[in-house]
């Protein structure tokens, strides 16, 4: 594998530069376009795309179906609000109930993974009148200000709200023994992320999601699945709802749903869904014609293409030949999955790109994510094999 010079890395440009927020660390790389599953740079690099751009590029870049869907939603309608009937809306709307498959049959179309769990825990609170939510360590649900309120270590580090809208309590990852004591009456939700996704692509144990879902019925506080990076295929199941066996009351999720486009979606049981008031939620581009049209074709190609069946082959292929090189062990389900790594995963990740692969790091110090489009051959995988057995332990 040919070695790829990063000597040209790009400085961070001087605050009132290019009038963008400095509020990200950089990675050196301007990317200009992109085919299939590789990123094309400004500087002639090519670029094999294991990350995703967070896990959203499902499909990896330029499906020809997802831009047909595109292009001829744009011609035919390109807004209307949801006040008005639009047929794609419905159409969408059902598509999506269908590939869950598992009585959620309610959806409410937003826009962003925070603003799914923002409206999510809206409604399990106005719903059981309850004034707390139970959530995990380690959890990412976004950053406005119920989703950063459920997000461990936010308060610490960016939350910036005086104050959290309700009263929060974490538990630790796979705890069944502090659920009782968490879970309790004034227990509006519980909200968890089967796979954590920013935590380090770490999976939950089933018996912890199984306690978690028998706890929520006993006490009547909702069980919310924050699947915003694990949900629409990313295990090689539909939800990780599908592939732990436990339904829960609310899915939320977003990224691989558009596939590149913005948009995201709440999953209702009927039970929640029958308790919603005219006025209770609302959006002016949620369930926009365009993000519609793209919901419905990227679930159409998920399924015609097979990738479900992929996702499980390349998922497999990675944990069987890339324990090499600095990687110690594999954690995470699907094209959600965390390399543990000897070194730091920032080396990792960097020594990666170097050789021409973009994978993402965690919060957790030693863990590589591999958020790889659905669409990765074997040969894409053989070549993360061989780049990891090239850095070496
Ligand atoms: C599990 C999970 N929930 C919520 C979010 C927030 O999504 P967004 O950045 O679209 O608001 C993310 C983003 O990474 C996520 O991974």
Partial sequence: MSLISTTNIIPMPRFGDDHLAHVYAMLPLEVVDAQGVYLNTNDGRRILDMYGGHAVAALGYGHPRWVEALTKQAKALAFQTNVVHVDIRRRAATRLAQFCGLDLDTVFFVNSGAEANENALKLALKSTKAGKVVAVEGSFHGRTAAAGAVTWGAQKKWYG?????????????????????????????????????????????????????????????????????????????????????????????????????????????????????????????????????????????????????????????????????????????????????????????????????????????????????????????????????????
């Fill in 161 to 393: 709200f005086p104050r959290t809208p309700f009263e929060v309590e974490f538990i630790p990852r796979g705890d069944i023994a502090a659920i009782e004591g968490a879970v309790k009456d004034d227990t509006a939700a519980v909200i968890v992320e089967p796979i954590q996704g920013v935590g380090g692509a770490i999976d939950m144990p089933k018996e912890f999601l199984q306690a978690l879902r028998h706890r929520c019925s006993e006490i009547g506080s909702l069980l919310i699945f924050d699947e915003v990076q694990c949900g629409v295929g990313r295990t090689g199941f539909p939800f990780a709802a599908n592939m732990y066996g436990v339904t829960p009351d609310i899915i939320t999720t977003a990224k691989a749903l558009g596939a590149g486009f913005p948009v995201s979606a709440v999953l209702l049981a009927n039970h929640v869904a029958m308790e919603l008031k005219m006025d209770d939620l609302g959006t002016t581009f949620g369930g926009g014609p365009m993000a519609c049209a793209i919901v419905e074709a990227v679930l159409d190609i998920i399924e015609d293409e097979n990738l479900l069946d992929n996702v499980q082959k390349r998922s497999a292929q990675i944990r069987e030949t890339c324990l090499v090189g600095p990687v110690t062990g594999t954690q995470g389900a699907g094209l959600l999955l965390g390399l543990k790594t000897s070194r730091p995963a920032k080396e990792v990740h960097a020594e990666l790109l170097k050789r021409g692969i973009l994978t993402g790091t965690s919060g957790d110090p030693n863990v590589i994510r591999i958020l790889a489009p659905f669409v990765i051959q074997r040969e894409h995988v053989e070549m993360l094999r061989d780049a990891l057995k090239d850095i070496g332990a």
